[in-house]
């Protein structure tokens, strides 16, 4: 017999639970600075991820952005998912491994932030956007999960959110979780 969605959804939100718990808070931190040097500098926040991870990349650079436009200066927040085009014109015609490395070529400049958010940690865009940006140089953030994958080790600073290998769904909650708590934190402190 299968369990019930009652139980389901309780065994679940246990894991959830149990996986942000072992969450390093000084990590968090860690990471809130950053974002908050950047804003401070006037330097831009890019935001990559793919699938679920592509959704919170979006939401993240929202809460920041579009959530301090009254403060001076505002938090510069894009994210390098949302333009379908690009993003499909780049894949076609380079693969789909450079559509963050040849944005963050056009657009970034030195001291800029990129923050990828994966599971994994091994997505071949995203690592290859990290090696660029080691070269421009550009701060890296990664938010990850499972083992941390190649992200984790190549990432100036990151929060690794302990999961099970494939386990996703506890993964891309805690990471979009992090993303209200840093984002309220920031504004609060902000003035807003």
């Known amino acids: 017999m299968t369990a019930s969605a009652a139980e389901h959804s309780r065994a679940y939100f246990a894991r959830v639970s149990a996986s942000m718990q072992q969450v390093d808070m000084q990590e968090v931190a860690t990471v809130a600075g950053v974002l908050d040097s950047a804003r401070r500098h006037d330097s831009t926040i890019f935001f990559i991820g793919n699938g679920g991870s592509a959704a919170t990349a979006s939401h993240f650079a929202t809460d920041l952005g579009v959530g301090s436009i009254t403060v001076e200066p505002p938090f510069r927040a894009v994210s390098l998912t949302d333009n ?24 970034a400049k030195p001291n800029d932030v990129v923050v990828a958010l994966s599971a994994s940690g091994n997505s071949a865009n995203l690592v290859r956007a990290f090696e660029f940006a080691a070269t421009v140089p550009i701060v890296t953030v990664a938010l990850t999960a499972f083992d941390g994958g190649q992200l984790r080790g190549l990432a100036d600073h990151s929060i690794h959110v302990p999961t099970d290998l494939g386990d996703y769904g506890p993964a891309e909650d805690i990471h979009l979780m992090l993303n209200h708590a840093i984002s309220l934190h920031l504004r609060n402190a902000a003035g807003l």
């Open 84 to 107: 379908q085009a690009v993003i499909t014109a780049t894949a076609n015609d380079h693969g789909y491994d450079q559509v963050f490395v040849r944005q963050l070529r056009l657009l």
